[in-house]
């Protein structure tokens, strides 16, 4: 058999490891031989690498020593893809690869090992082994790479499925088993290979329940917007070698085409709508979950009181898609058990829309009550005296005793609130004993719906206090508010930094974000312009920081997902490459061309981190070398002191 790419060097560099480690001997005592780095080397195979008009119903493929087969089954993928499972097992120092159903007729296959072949006692792996054959008498080499990526935040997606279509069809990608598959490695890089000459549809899938089908609604895809059509082309390189005549010799390689393709997967937003979960967590509160959006279609109705008007108050989460039911009537709220009837839209089988009903029973046992109750009377009999209306307590948007000079300071209510007297409230510097109240803006926050705002052009360094007369709010139960008092502080002007974003390449509505620099990348800041120019994010905690951009295609102020169906692209997104560290009272400008790149790829580099990293490299290689410098030392002494030499070192 010829061997071909890395089986001549893997060859050669096992011999060559073995001439090294037999040639070398050590004076001092003997300290063990190095470890094991060298993968298994691939001595021969059947059929033969690349062969053609194979009729076999197996694969085997011999090393140089036994191999670990544990990773194999996972990660092995066959291309095009196979209905059975293949068995997979070894006999002596040969991996075999059996099948289980016909191959077939004049197809290439492809089995991707990636890097699950490693050998059986140190776990060395050949990185990205590839094997492949033909059944007839040509075999295909066309090829397909490119990287898959989260369309949101563009995360490298590993094990990621890629599948390519013959059938172009629109339907194809429900219905077909595709023709040639792939999955991802851990930077989310595919490679399809061995392709027959024709046209193809590109897509990905999360697939879930393994069966090669996208499951509209259930799994995540991507597509690419175009048809591939694989070529190949051998570009060559001209040289001329200057001997006694001039010689010209013809280097070269083979490009392919497309070039490297991107695939941003998404899921799509169809609505399926149905009442995930339904929970009764108090005598006064109910939490309702849909998979989608309920705004203006929630309706709930009592069936087991008569009629009460205005007996609950609804509060949304952000996304509309989950709420609250506060009970406001105390008729229903002592009812243990309430029937009540929840309507929503929801989609036929013509997916139309209709009222969909759903009879729900919400259960509440106050068993903590039941109890208390018990023990009211007195061993006289007599009842005790009830205790005091209840009152409820603030809580702050605060997570310490700092207010940041450009965040505004939010009260948060346990329950809604019916009314809220902002007269009652008084905001003073603390030092100022005669209490003089400083003028601020109060409003209802806009997203949180139990937050009130405190809007003021805070002080750098100052101490503030805010005192909250009782009975300052109602809220809808009847209950009053506590007395609320609380000291903060504002930090120094200069404890924080600036970044300023210079924009060119802006030829559309645009969404700037400063995220955090973690995965959760939680937006800190965020700034929409349509035009060239500044943007400043000021008032920065000294940290790291990522910035981000979404291209706002649709104006609406946030990110869209992609549509398959209406064949829409998710909105682009893209990164400055690089962690940003802001520093106190430190102004900084960043400059960054804004034309959407379809080939951009994230890869966030923190550049104090990598230069961290390198120093403790150095340093520990420094160490090492130095361990080895003495134990060379050693060895040479102990080596002179045995022998029957001069003794100088004795």
Aim: glycine content about 4%; overall charge negative; charged content about 30%.
């Amino acid at each position: 058999m010829k061997t071909e790419g890395k089986i001549p060097f893997l060859i050669v560099a096992a011999f060559a490891w073995i001439v090294i480690v037999s040639s070398c001997a050590n004076v001092g005592m003997p300290e063990g031989g190095p470890r094991d780095t060298i993968p298994p080397v691939l001595l021969n195979t059947v059929p033969g690498y690349k062969s053609v008009n194979y009729k076999g119903d197996e694969v085997k493929i011999t090393f140089n020593e036994f191999i670990n087969t544990d990773a194999i089954s996972e990660a092995l993928v066959i291309s095009p893809p196979m209905i059975k499972k293949p068995l997979i097992r070894t006999k002596s120092k040969t991996l075999v690869i059996e099948f289980n159903e016909n191959l077939k007729d004049s197809t290439t296959y492809s089995l991707d090992f990636k890097s699950s072949v490693a050998d059986n006692n140190e776990k060395n792996p050949i990185e990205d082994f590839r094997f492949s054959f033909s059944t007839g008498n040509i075999y295909d080499s066309l090829k397909i790479a490119g990287t898959l990526a989260a369309a949101f935040n563009l995360k490298p997606i590993e094990n990621g499925l890629v599948l390519l279509h013959s059938n172009l069809h629109d339907s194809a990608v429900f219905r077909v088993r595709p023709s040639y598959i792939a999955k991802t490695n851990k930077d989310g890089q595919f490679l399809i290979d061995n392709i027959a000459p024709g046209k193809y549809h590109l897509f990905s899938l999360n697939d879930a329940n393994n069966n090669l089908l996208y499951d509209e609604g259930a799994e995540e895809i991507a597509f690419y917007d175009s048809l591939i059509v694989p070529t190949s082309e051998f570009i060559s390189e001209v040289d001329t070698i200057k001997t006694a005549t001039d010689t010209i010799v013809v280097f070269g390689h083979t490009h392919f085409y497309p070039e490297d393709v991107m695939l941003q997967q998404f899921t799509e937003d169809l609505f399926n709508q149905y009442l995930e979960s339904y929970e009764r967590d108090s005598r006064f509160k109910c939490t309702f979950v849909f998979a989608e959006s309920v705004k203006d279609s929630f309706g709930l109705r009592l069936l087991n009181t008569k009629p009460i008007e205005n007996w609950y108050l609804k509060e949304y989460t952000e996304t509309m898609d989950s709420l609250i039911i506060w009970i406001a009537d105390t008729t229903a709220a002592k009812l243990d058990t309430l029937i009540a009837e929840v309507s929503y839209f929801q989609l036929d089988s013509l997916e139309k829309v209709f009222i969909k009903n759903d009879t729900l029973l919400l259960t509440f046992r106050d068993m903590e009550k039941e109890q208390l109750q018990k023990k009211k009377k007195t061993k006289d009999g007599k009842e005790e005296i009830p205790e005091p209306k209840e009152q409820f307590t603030w809580k702050t948007s605060l997570t310490g005793s700092t207010v940041e000079l450009n965040k505004k300071l939010g009260l948060i209510a346990p329950e809604p609130v019916f009314t809220f007297d902002s007269t009652l409230i008084l905001l003073y510097h603390t030092e100022d004993t005669l209490k003089t109240p400083l003028k601020f803006k109060f409003e209802k926050d806009t997203v949180e719906w139990r937050r009130y705002n405190i809007d003021f052009p805070w002080q750098p360094a100052t101490d503030y206090s805010i005192a909250v007369d009782s009975a300052a709010a109602i809220n809808i139960f009847g209950f009053s508010s506590k007395k609320f008092n609380l000291k903060f502080t504002t930090r120094e002007e200069d404890f924080y930094g600036s970044v300023t974003l210079n924009l060119t390449g802006v030829n559309e509505q645009i969404i700037l974000q400063l995220l955090t620099n973690n995965d959760d990348e939680k937006v800190v800041e965020k700034r929409i312009t349509d035009k060239n120019g500044q943007v400043l994010f000021d008032y920065l905690l000294p940290e790291k920081y990522r910035v981000k951009v979404i291209y706002d295609r649709n104006k609406n102020g946030k990110w869209d997902t992609g549509s398959f169906q209406d064949k829409s692209q998710p909105e682009r997104v893209m990164y400055i490459n690089q962690v940003h560290k802001v520093r106190s009272n430190w102004e900084e400008t960043l400059n960054w061309y804004l034309t959407p790149d379809d080939k951009f790829i994230k890869k966030i580099r923190d550049l104090e981190e990598e230069e961290k990293k390198r120093k403790e490299a150095e340093e520990k290689a420094k160490k090492e070398h130095e361990d080895g410098d003495r134990q060379e030392r050693q060895n040479f002494i102990q080596g002179s002191g045995s022998g029957t030499g001069s003794g100088i070192f004795r």
